[in-house]
Each structure stands twice: as structure tokens, then as C-alpha cells.
């Protein structure tokens, strides 16, 4: 079992940057792709990014390319998500997730552990 804590969102204005974490326990993750996923208001969940385990390759949705960046430190058990340059609909609350089942990685159906999420509030 991995249990995934995300932490750093709050509130921020149009064009701010904040960076969530998040942080695993109960299991490494360095031998699992990470994602983060959104869910917007009134929304369904979204894929946001990922980033392999392999060789650390990320890839992101179309609307969040050029501003938000993933990356992973194995050794601190923890993944991360930098957005910059936020606009008033990243508002969201946001969730990591490890992958466990060989389907597309932005699918949430391929991730089996998930966080509590953590809310990002971006005011125009």
C-alpha cells in the first residue's frame, strides 16, 4: 500500500506560481509512475501530468503545457508539481496518484493509490 499526502495549494492571483508535493509513505515510489489529476467545480476529475519512474519522461494535458512541471525525488519519497503562471481556471482541487494497472497514464483508472488532494484557489 502507498499512502499519498499532497500539501502547498491555497489561494493565489491570476499569473502567481505555486508548488504542490506530494508525499509517499508505506511504500517507495521510486518503481511507480506519478500522476497529478484536477477536479474543477461541477467538473470531472482531470489528468494534469505524469512522470515516468523509468527514465523520469513527464507529460502534461494540452492547457497546462509551458507552465506546469513535474518532477520526483526518489529519495524523499515525494513528487511535485510547479505551476506557474496560474490562471483563475486552474482553480481545483488537486490530487496525486501512483499507477499500478498497464492503461494510459491519463486515465485515473490506471492509478490505484491516491491522495486527499489539496486546494488551489487562482483569483483573476
Known amino acids: 500500500q502507498v499512502q499519498l499526502v499532497e500539501s502547498g495549494g491555497g489561494l493565489v492571483q491570476a499569473g502567481g506560481s505555486l508548488r504542490l508535493s506530494c508525499a509517499a509513505s508505506?511504500?517507495?515510489?521510486?518503481?511507480?509512475?506519478m500522476g497529478w489529476f484536477r477536479q474543477r467545480p461541477e467538473k470531472e476529475r482531470e489528468f494534469v501530468g505524469t512522470?515516468?519512474?523509468?527514465?523520469?519522461?513527464?507529460s502534461y494535458t494540452d492547457s497546462v503545457k509551458g507552465r506546469f512541471t513535474i518532477s520526483r525525488d526518489n529519495a524523499e519519497n515525494t513528487v511535485y508539481l510547479q505551476m506557474n503562471d496560474l490562471k483563475p481556471e486552474d482553480t481545483a482541487i488537486y490530487y496525486c496518484?501512483?499507477?499500478?494497472?498497464?492503461?494510459?497514464?491519463?486515465?485515473?483508472?490506471?492509478?490505484?493509490?491516491w491522495g486527499q488532494g489539496t486546494q488551489v484557489t487562482v483569483s483573476s
Open positions: 508505506g511504500r517507495s515510489i521510486s518503481s511507480y509512475d
Open positions: 512522470i515516468a519512474y523509468l527514465d523520469g519522461r513527464t
Open positions: 496518484a501512483a499507477r499500478v494497472h498497464a492503461i494510459s497514464p491519463d486515465s485515473a483508472t490506471a492509478y490505484a493509490y
